[in-house]
């Protein structure tokens, strides 16, 4: 027997009114965009980045989400290029996320800010740190302190703690938003203390191969130490670099380098070899250690300080959600001034502008591991 289409439709309208009255309504799932360098140079921080977001949902949602409404992940590679970065941004706002998670590196988190900003999409950061994205009223927000805190505070100790007077510093200028802002911190507090910088060697990461002159050019200003701001593969080429020409000096480095391939590139060249970051790998409290015991078995690696901050900005945007029911209006509200929030390794707080400031440890590679030699607390 044939049914007449208005009479399918009839019963279709019925079927749903008494789904709908039944309280079996579909449950949206709260979309959330990640963006990042999983292709290219900078891969391995950016792969470990995403896996800690991943497994931050994944646990939110075993648990029944965000008040009912499971997180669904969409990841896009921003391929570590402007317009990567441009055009990755652009997907995911048009699938309708309510918040970007990325980029890796400051540099591409600058593209990225002015698509967020033009199509009015928070934008939260588990890493770049850059001062200059810093006390902006504005829809961006990081997790990680600001590279004027970080120049700050590592000046105070190079100068103060280990008494080195002089310093020359080599950085990788394709990620000038970090690199740049960091060495600027850096220097001005460095010279007020009154240290001296004996030269400035800017290199280009994308193109150089060979950093032997970029060497010769640090070691002709005669300084009493190195810091490298540089990415993982390349901290360690520099340090065997400086170290093939019999070149005994203390090094320093910040903490973008601080990755798997900075050990395999550097071997024994970076062994001594001192950075800052902000949070103690090396005492981890139970949270962080089970954690860790779960990448391993998922991913068959140590994690990255990149997953450990993955999973924590997921963990202060879940918080912020709780509040707006996973909608994106009002999120900004929400994270601006969020307290409190605990995460695998610190109690994090935003302040009115989305900017934190943790406490800060001083680690040193030792017998090709990291080890933390001191703690600096939070300056008032």
């Known amino acids: ?7 399918f439709k009839t019963l279709l309208v019925l079927i749903c009114l008494t789904l709908l009255s039944s309280g079996c309504t579909t449950i949206t799932p709260i979309q959330i965009g990640f963006s ?7 891969n391995e921080l ?9 497994m931050a949902v994944d646990d939110i949602n075993a ?4 008040n009912g409404r499971k997180i669904e992940l969409t990841v896009e590679d921003d391929l570590g290029t402007p317009e990567g970065a441009i055009a990755a941004d652009n997907k995911l706002i048009d699938a309708g996320v309510v918040a970007i998670v990325g980029h890796l590196t400051s540099g591409q988190t600058a593209v990225g800010y002015q698509v967020a ?14 001062a200059n994205l810093t006390g902006i009223d504005d829809l961006f927000f990081c ?10 505070e590592f000046a105070r100790y190079i100068f103060t703690e280990r008494g080195i007077t002089s310093l020359a510093i080599i950085l990788d200028q394709d990620n000038y938003a970090y690199s740049s802002s960091l060495a600027d911190a850096f220097t001005t507090s460095y010279e007020e203390m009154g240290g001296s910088i004996t030269t400035r060697v800017s290199y280009s990461g994308k193109t150089v191969t060979d950093f032997i002159p970029y060497v010769y050019g640090l070691r002709l200003s005669d300084p009493h130490a190195v810091l490298i701001i540089a990415s993982p593969p390349d901290a360690g080429i520099i340090a065997q670099q400086i170290r093939l020409q019999k070149w005994e000096i203390p090094l320093f480095s910040a903490p973008w380098a601080r990755g798997a391939e900075l050990l395999r590139n550097g071997g024994s060249a970076v062994e001594g070899l001192e950075l800052i970051i902000a949070y ?3 005492t981890p409290n139970a949270e962080l250690e089970a954690f860790i015991t779960r990448y391993l078995d998922h991913y068959t690696q140590q994690p990255a300080f990149t997953a450990v901050y993955g999973y924590e900005v997921i963990q202060v945007l879940a918080a912020a ?8 209006e009002g999120l900004a509200d929400a994270l601006a001034n969020i307290s409190n929030v605990e995460t695998l390794t610190a109690s994090v707080s935003l302040n009115e502008y989305g900017d934190t400031t943790r406490p800060l440890f001083i680690q040193k590679i030792q017998d090709g591991k990291f080890i933390t030699m001191k703690q600096i607390t939070i300056q008032d």
């Not at 027997?1 to 009479?7: G, R």
């Not at 900003?117 to 850059?130: G, Q």
């Open 1 to 7: 027997m044939k049914v007449s289409s208005f009479l």
């Open 36 to 42: 990042a360098e999983l292709t290219g140079k900078q």
């Open 46 to 54: 950016a792969i470990n980045l995403r896996n800690g977001v991943q």
């Open 63 to 66: 648990v029944g989400g965000i």
């Open 117 to 130: 900003t033009e199509r009015d999409t928070v934008l939260i950061s588990a890493t770049a740190s850059t």
């Open 143 to 152: 997790t990680t302190p600001s590279t004027l805190y970080l120049g700050n």
């Open 280 to 282: 103690d790998s090396d």
């Open 321 to 328: 959600l709780e509040k707006t029911n996973g909608q994106a």
